[in-house]
């Protein structure tokens, strides 16, 4: 079983519309969670972390964490055209020197 | 100003071959790392170093060496290239205490033929 798991999709959703990204994880020593954006034949770049458990907001962007469930969540509103790009979830800790990362999920945003 | 470069951005060689690749990051950054994307997407760490220190290394077969010269630079010798080697490889960098916020370099696409 992998560390973390995403189902890479594609997934395709109309301008406008809220995208819910979700990942599972395994290891219960994972304190940061990640969420990086990629766009095709670049490096992944980071959107947001959350630390522990809980939701953080940025913009469009909400990320939630529940540790009880091991459950990732990225939720992105009134989604854009530049919003197409895969987002990979992945998680870490402290003095790890380690990030696990997902597969990715590739998105596209329809004008 | 790129903030993680690595050279060069496309590399073509023949199984068996011996190549490299650089990276470099002016972030003042204290760990360096190496990733392996495979054509799934799929990002698998490979080497972590933190002040030219190895701390991480994920299984990887011998045939590939990271050297870091100094902080500010990461690069990866790989040996005997063989076709499974085929991938896009990325350095990444963080602060020491933030290896939750690693900055990206814009890849090198290997292709072994």
């Known amino acids: 079983q992998k560390e973390v798991e995403q189902d890479p999709g594609p997934l395709s959703v109309p301008e406008g519309a809220i995208v819910s990204l979700n990942c599972t994880y395994s290891?219960?020593?994972?304190?940061?969670f990640m969420w990086y954006r990629q766009y095709s034949r670049k490096g992944p770049e980071l959107l947001m972390y959350?630390?522990?458990?809980g939701n953080k907001e940025d913009g469009r962007f909400t990320a939630q964490v529940d540790k009880s469930s091991k459950y990732i969540s990225l939720f992105i509103r009134d989604s854009q055209p530049s919003d197409s790009a895969t987002y990979l979830c992945?998680?870490?800790?402290?003095?790890?020197?380690?990030?696990?990362f997902g597969a990715g999920t590739r998105l596209f945003v329809k004008a | 100003d790129t903030a993680v470069s690595q050279t060069p951005k496309y590399l073509v060689t023949q199984m068996g071959n011996d190549k490299s690749i650089k990276c470099e990051q002016n972030?003042?950054?204290?760990?360096m790392y190496w990733y392996k994307q495979d054509s799934k997407k799929f990002l698998k760490i490979m080497f972590s170093?933190?002040?030219?220190?190895?701390?991480i290394n994920e299984t990887v077969p011998n045939r590939f060496s990271p050297k870091s010269p100094d902080k500010a630079h990461l690069n990866l010798h790989i040996n005997s290239l063989e076709l499974g080697d085929s991938a896009v490889y990325f350095c990444?960098?963080?602060?020491?205490?933030?290896?939750?916020?690693?900055?990206f370099g814009p890849g090198t696409r290997l292709t072994v033929t």
């Open positions: 990444a960098s963080s602060a020491m205490d933030s290896n939750y916020e690693q900055y």
């Open positions: 290891n219960s020593a994972f304190q940061y």
């Open positions: 959350t630390y522990s458990s």
């Open positions: 992945a998680g870490g800790y402290t003095g790890g020197f380690k990030t696990i």
């Open positions: 972030l003042g950054h204290d760990t």
């Open positions: 170093y933190n002040n030219k220190e190895l701390i």
